[in-house]
């Protein structure tokens, strides 16, 4: 029998912040808010193992409010990106508002002048990315003596980065007497290590096991020639009519993919680190509204990316690494609704396939297009297919050799891979 998942009135939450929640038409918890807000609540760290767009913001966000209203001082919420940063502000002002209550956003590309300015405000909770934080720890702008809540959001995330070495400088400057909330979509040992050395008892919460993606999510694989992505790409423009959101690896890839998609004919953006910031703010908010179909994104610029009804999520490129497959996924299929992944292999990359299937739990399934010739992942032996049709209303979208096929039934993942994608922390 399926549990019931009470109303956020039923979670001991203050009716002070019920009330702003029914304004905001948020009657029921999502399963992370459910399972993470009682333990928050009381005071316990939480060690929430969630996906992006599970709802966590809220999660950690409605116990530090209240927290803060029993018991004063202040929170300091670190993430990844800029983008994120907004994002968290944007949910967690309306509980502040209430309880006249504000926050200050610390993150590159804004004037150190100007946020001064705004922690002369005396806000309740920093919202920060780790590099602009320790930027005013170290000029001495800020005394973090007051920090009563700390959350780490997409910790998985700031890591992969390079971020571990200014959230720990961070971390020396806090007291014990804290309650920290981490979130992570994945859970490798540089996380695992910071848990251990930084919180006490945590009460874990896992809504899906680390790695694996939404449910809703359905998933294909083509096999293709680099020089035959783009026309890949205008196909499937053609059958998905809603938001598409394609992944590159580099800056340079995605300026050149945006250029390709604009040919097409398609409405496109882009957002990579080479984008100011308003670029990037004009870029998402145009995807937001449609007036862009289809948005390009590197994974540190994406990261936080909070836009609903997301169609199709586009692998242009594989990731540098197996986990960030995970965040990217998480595009879609949120709130229940059912989305798309493709993801575009080269006939080389059949190592890096199997390292990704096996950070996700599952097969990654072949589609064989009439519209493309078929061709097997080089070095013989090729992964489990997942038997995938696709016939097409017509055939002169594609390229005469095209994706290709993976079609040996026998094997999972294709057993133990030896390489592993290159780690890169910042983009080219």
Do not use: W
Request: glycine content about 8%; charged content about 25%.
């Amino acid at each position: 029998m399926t549990e019931q998942i009470p109303a956020f009135h039923d979670l001991g939450i203050h009716p002070e912040v019920v009330k702003v929640l029914d304004r905001l038409k948020l009657v029921t918890p999502t399963p992370i808010q459910h399972q993470a807000i009682p333990s928050a609540l009381e005071g316990r760290d939480v060690l929430g193992i969630a996906q992006t767009g599970s709802g966590k913001t809220l999660a950690f966000g409605i116990p530090l409010v209240q927290r803060l209203l029993a018991h004063g001082g202040r929170a300091l919420i670190l993430v990844p990106t800029r983008e994120l940063a907004f994002q968290v502000d944007t949910v967690l002002r309306p509980l502040l508002k209430a309880q006249n209550m504000c926050a200050a956003v610390l993150i590159g590309g804004i004037k150190m002048a100007d946020q001064m300015i705004d922690l002369h405000q005396d806000p309740s909770v920093l919202i920060a990315t780790p590099g602009r934080m320790n930027d005013h720890i170290y000029e001495g702008n800020l005394d973090l003596g007051d920090i009563k809540v700390l959350v780490l959001d997409e910790a998985d995330r700031m890591f992969d980065m390079g971020f571990e070495p200014q959230v720990n400088s961070i971390l020396r400057c806090l007291t014990n007497a804290k309650q920290t909330l981490l979130f992570s979509a994945t859970m490798p040992p540089d996380i695992r290590k910071l848990v251990n050395q930084h919180m006490s008892d945590p009460v874990s919460v896992e809504i899906a096991p680390s790695g694996t993606t939404a449910e809703e999510v359905s998933h294909e694989l083509y096999i293709v020639a680099e020089n035959k992505k783009d026309d890949v790409v205008r196909s499937l423009l053609k059958q998905y009519r809603r938001s598409v959101l394609v992944f590159t690896r580099t800056k340079l890839k995605a300026s050149r993919v945006t250029q390709s998609i604009k040919r097409m004919g398609a409405k496109v953006e882009e957002i990579h680190s080479d984008r100011t910031m308003e670029q990037r703010h004009r870029a998402i908010e145009g995807f937001k509204s449609g007036r862009y179909k289809v948005l390009v994104a590197t994974d540190i610029a994406a990261r936080g990316l909070d836009v609903s009804g997301i169609e199709l999520v586009i692998n242009y490129d594989l990731p540098d690494e197996p986990e960030n497959f995970v965040h990217r996924i998480g595009r879609t299929g949120r709130a229940g609704v059912e989305g798309h992944a493709i993801t575009l292999a080269k006939p080389t990359q059949k190592e890096d396939i199997a390292l990704i299937e096996k950070t996700i739990n599952k097969t990654l399934p072949l589609t064989e297009d009439p519209a493309f010739a078929a061709a097997a992942f080089g070095g013989g032996h090729s992964p489990q297919s997942g038997g995938r049709n696709r016939d097409r209303k017509s055939s002169s979208d594609g390229p005469a050799n095209g994706p290709s096929s993976r079609k040996s039934s026998s094997g999972g993942s294709g057993g133990r891979a030896r390489r592993r994608p290159r780690r890169r922390k910042k983009e080219e």
